[in-house]
């Protein structure tokens, strides 16, 4: 027994925030399986740097060159045998968790983030072509996708929310999944294999807030808003899914809409590798991390219950930096729309890379 199977019996999964074509077919996924790791994620950049630094899609590229597919498409095609094959792997994950863990996410395309039905309509396309119960869809919590969201849920479509940096935008979200599942419920429709999870990205937050409070010349409050954040959320989550209203629908069937911890990579090196893991162990709770922090996790990481302790503290602590003027929920959008502009960038990037290769192969 790892310590991913020991967070597992404190009611945390751990998924893995990286993909990649050689990861799947070499093993690497099925062995982190092995050691308790029980679901995977995937962005723009992730698949950036995986499609671009390496010859793994080379054979792939080559036979698509020849096509007459968009180069759109063919990051999709790509993209989507991913997908499928980490689907299949984590297949028994999701049957002996009976539909809670074993999920792998795929984004709708960035350049949606702010079209609600352009969303819809793609998220519906992707879920219906991958075919498997235990995809999720991720499109993110901004303005145009919360009504997608609904609408996606109310589908029995399984959704990923990402981009989630405040406690407001985690709000909308859960109330975006609670409202799509009294739509399905009012329809006499099943709830129980409907799948969603939070994500709210942790470390980024650190890295503004740090980088501000350094301006102020208040360094001794550095490293703790970002862990604060999260256990505020986690107490709200508690709140809005314990009441009647969640309790009607947990009565049909539905499952809570987990937080899931997304960005949990240490990006300070002055703070623990396993901060963002140790701080925000609880029930009812997935940390996706990528692979330096799952093994520096394995190696030193604690095991504990701890996203309840110290939640006074942590709300003090959110208020002591509005008080020496700290603009959280300025930061928090900021970074929500660098998040989203970020991905379209890591997006056209990929984009680029794919036709240079194929123009690349065609003359090869």
Same mark, same amino acid.
């Given at each position: ?26 093993? *690497? ?23 671009? *630094? ?6 792939? @590229? ?129 709830? *129980? ?88 162990? *609880? ?21 504990? @219950? ?59």
């Amino acid at each position: 027994m790892t310590k991913l199977h020991e967070l597992a019996k404190l009611g945390q999964a751990v998924w893995i925030d990286y993909i990649k074509r050689s990861f799947i077919t070499s093993g *690497g996924l099925q062995n982190w399986i092995d050691q308790g790791a029980r679901g995977v994620t995937s962005n723009p950049t992730i698949f950036d740097r995986a499609i671009s *630094g390496s010859s793994d899609y080379d054979a792939d @590229l080559q036979r698509l060159a020849r096509t007459s597919l968009t180069t759109e498409e063919i990051y999709e095609a790509l993209a989507l045998e991913d997908i499928a094959r980490a689907a299949e792997l984590l297949r028994p994950v999701y049957e002996a968790t009976q539909g809670l863990d074993g999920y792998v996410s795929l984004e709708v395309s960035p350049k949606l983030a702010h079209d609600t039905a352009g969303t819809i309509a793609e998220a519906r396309r992707l879920f219906t072509t991958l075919a498997r119960p235990n995809v999720l869809i991720k499109v993110p919590a901004t303005p145009a996708g919360l009504p997608a969201i609904q609408a996606l849920i109310g589908e029995g479509i399984n959704v990923n929310v990402t981009l989630i940096f405040s406690l407001e935008q985690y709000e909308a979200v859960a109330e975006a999944y609670i409202s799509g599942l009294e739509k399905r419920a009012a329809a006499g429709q099943e709830l *129980g294999r409907v799948a969603s999870v939070a994500s709210l990205f942790v470390s980024r937050l650190d890295t503004a807030v740090d980088r501000e409070l350094e301006q102020l010349g208040r360094a001794d409050l550095q490293g703790k808003a970002a862990v604060a954040n999260a256990k505020m959320v986690y107490a709200r989550f508690k709140e809005l899914f314990g009441g009647e209203r969640w309790q009607r629908l947990a009565r049909l069937g539905a499952r809570v809409q987990r937080p899931l911890w997304a960005s949990t990579g240490t990006k300070n090196p002055c703070y623990s590798d396993t901060l963002y893991v140790d701080s925000l162990i *609880g029930p009812d709770t997935v940390n996706t991390m990528p692979p330096e922090t799952l093994q520096a996790f394995l190696d030193h990481g604690r095991v504990a @219950l701890t996203v309840e302790e110290g939640l006074e503290e942590a709300r003090a602590h959110l208020a002591l930096l509005a008080d020496v003027g700290v603009d959280l929920p300025a930061i928090m959008q900021r970074l929500q729309d660098e998040g989203v502009a970020a991905f379209a960038k890591s997006f056209d990037s990929l984009l680029a890379s794919i036709a240079a290769k194929r123009e690349q192969l065609r003359r090869g």
